[in-house]
């Protein structure tokens, strides 16, 4: 249940930031700003409303996956990609929370690798066809140069 709550916690890390972000005209730095500041206030204000595990990580959490929502609308526009991504986020946090410590600039990176997965990932499957092709057209080359 612990890992669920995180997760819906990075998912909407995300996708509300670029929702608040580009239909709200705000910006990527005000939104985030906006939301960790009500997330962070929100747990400072309640500390024991949650169990003191989710207490700390939602938080942080929250505020590494809006960095994610922080992308370009030129760039990604489709919430489902923003929501997967978010969820890579915390299992990859949850998973390596405790390689970070004492470096700057994890949660950046970390939001970083996720979308950036995530997107690559969605391009393969959306030109799976052209990559087919073109792994066979390479596979026949090299076949002819063998014989």
Sequence with gaps: MTLFILIISGILG???TFFISEKLKQG???AS???ALVVGLFFYCFPNW???Y???HIQVVFIGASFIGMVSASTMKNYALLAIAGTLFTLIYMSKRN???GYGGSLGTLA????LSTMAFATAIAEQRKIKARM???WKTIKKRLK
């Design 28 to 30: 990527p730095v005000k």
């Design 14 to 16: 995300a996708t509300l």
């Design 112 to 115: 970083f690798v996720a979308l």
């Design 50 to 52: 949650l169990d003191p």
């Design 33 to 35: 700003a906006l939301l």
């Design 136 to 138: 066979t057209f390479i």
């Design 99 to 101: 390689v970070f410590n």
């Design 54 to 56: 989710l207490t700390k």
